[in-house]
């Protein structure tokens, strides 16, 4: 009988120890969950909220990761970034709660060992997560950039037919650094810390300076050729003579005469008129053209572009010496030079009175002294003619000699 009691004692003492360790623990069911607190050692991105209640933890995170407009500062210019309208949230009141519940939940073992990881220093950390909408951020992103961007303009030259140079200076311009921006602000909002930020803008330098433009003050050569004004073959020169002209080559840019006119047909304003074909004059679209050319090859030789392309006819032409003809067919043969120089050149072509003159336009420094001479081979039925350029001294003394084109044409 007594060995009944003294179990039956160990056992209300077992349930007594059960019960009081499930209090110590804080698993009843009856709280004031407005009084409970977080379990210590619970931490919300670097705050310890252990200990805290809901509120306070709210209150003390709400301040700290403050969610607030930013300012965006380009010199004297100001825009302010509202959280509200790129829907920034840092998800405090989710994060709170799921630091109080982290020993609340609905299984009582789980939370007897959350509980007892917690007593013995294993802290459970909850980050916060920053959450907000590129494509309203980017909208009013792009809102301040279209205020601030402004094109770079480049500076123009033109030659008026009376030969005057008209010019305008180059603009720089301005253009925000979007990708660096977004990036930035991206970093900051995921850090949560919240602070203004000065615009970055870069300056567009344009193409085209006024100084390059400002270079061209003389003409280094020029070259003509005559023709019929009145006739369909010189309605094709003028059209011709007006596409391939008022062109800026910059330093190292090529000049194409295809490029430059585009087809030769109907709709781009030729008309027929007789052109050479397998070493026979036809009539054919655009008749004349290879006479424009012409004219702009020979003055490009005595300027001292550098010949990338040409090529001659199957027989001579009747407007340039053997051995300087260019001959051009859209989509097969082309005119093609390169501008070689340090200042940008200028081809101007003055098409009129039956006549139809190329002159370049470019830097007096870069004027060259320069001759062309033909070297013809005479056989049976054909001359091959080699075409040198020759580059001379203020003594006419020949410094360079270049071959530039053999040329080989059917003798009628």
């Not at 509120?55 to 407009?69: D, F, G, M, T, V």
């Not at 050319?293 to 032409?317: F, M, Q, R, W």
């Not at 033909?374 to 580059?391: A, C, G, H, N, P």
């Not at 203020?394 to 410094?399: A, T, V």
Request: hydrophobic letters at 35%; charged letters at 25%; one cysteine or more.
């Amino acid at each position: 009988m007594i060995y009944k009691r003294n179990n039956l004692n160990k056992y209300i003492l077992i349930v007594i120890l059960f019960i009081i360790a499930f209090n110590s623990l804080g698993i009843t069911k009856n709280e004031n969950m407005e009084n409970k607190k977080i379990h210590n050692n619970i931490i919300i991105e670097n705050i310890d909220v252990g200990k805290m209640t809901q509120k306070e933890a709210l209150n003390k995170l709400s301040k700290i990761y403050e969610i607030k407009n930013f300012k965006i500062i380009y010199n004297d210019r100001i825009w302010n970034i509202r959280p509200q309208n790129i829907e920034l949230d840092y998800h405090i009141e989710e994060s709170v709660k799921e630091a109080f519940n982290y020993t609340r939940s609905d299984n009582t073992w789980e939370n007897i060992k959350r509980k007892t990881g917690l007593r013995v220093n294993k802290p459970y950390t909850i980050k916060l997560k920053a959450t907000y909408s590129e494509t309203k951020l980017s909208e009013e992103l792009s809102k301040i950039s279209n205020e601030i961007n402004i094109d770079a303009q480049d500076a123009t030259l033109k030659v008026e037919p009376n030969g005057e140079i008209k010019r305008t200076k180059s603009k720089i311009g301005k253009q925000v650094d979007l990708s660096r921006l977004k990036e930035e602000i991206y970093t900051m909002l995921n850090n949560k810390k919240i602070k203004d930020i000065n615009l970055e803008v870069i300056d567009l330098k344009p193409r085209i300076s006024t100084e390059e433009v400002e270079s061209i003050d003389t003409i280094l050569a020029q070259f003509s050729t005559s023709f019929n004004d009145s006739t369909s073959r010189g309605s094709n020169i003028h059209v011709a003579g007006e596409s391939t002209s008022d062109i800026l080559l910059m330093p190292g840019d090529m000049f194409s005469y295809n490029r430059a006119t585009g087809a030769r047909t109907w709709n781009n304003g030729y008309k027929s008129a007789p052109i050479i074909v397998g070493g026979r004059v036809v009539n054919g679209e655009g008749g004349g053209v290879c006479q424009v050319s012409t004219t702009i090859y020979n003055a490009a030789l005595l300027s001292g572009l550098k010949i990338d392309e040409v090529h001659n006819h199957t027989i001579p032409s009747r407007y340039a010496p053997r051995g300087r003809d260019a001959s051009v067919s859209y989509g097969y043969t082309d005119l093609k030079f390169t501008n070689p120089f340090n200042h940008p050149i200028y081809i101007k072509n003055i098409v009129g009175n039956g006549a139809i003159t190329t002159k370049i336009y470019g830097c007096k420094s870069d004027c060259q002294k320069i001759i062309i001479k033909m070297k013809e081979e005479f056989s049976k039925d054909k001359i091959t003619v080699q075409t040198y350029r020759l580059y001379l001294d203020e003594e006419n003394n020949i410094m360079n000699k270049e071959l530039i084109s053999t040329s080989r044409y059917k003798l009628k």
